[in-house]
């Protein structure tokens, strides 16, 4: 009997999943690893697959800023904590300074800051 072999992440096999509304996050990295190998435009995977186009442009936006804000490992080897110590301030609270545009009115004096 012949083994069946199924790739996930390609752009002729993956097909949006069915049985749930919400994607996971491996279900949006699989369309994305599609959508790039696909190479063509992010409508014409959509059109073909299945997703709305705009799903399909949200979860790469998503993946793809992930993907920049993730450390290295060589910038993980590198944090460290920094120790602080918290202190009561020693005085009263400033005023808050509030910014208005011109023309609006002064805020009134019996709004005060909610603390």
Known sequence: MAESVI???TSNTWS???DRVWWTREDGRAMVAAV???GGSLGAFARKHGPREERV???VRRV???QATALTPAARSTLTFVPVRLVEQAGPEPAPRLRREPGWPAPAAAIAPVK
């Open 7 to 9: 790739r996930i992440g």
């Open 36 to 38: 790039r190998e696909a």
């Open 64 to 66: 793809e800023r992930r």
């Open 16 to 18: 949006p999943p069915r």
């Open 57 to 59: 442009r949200r979860w």
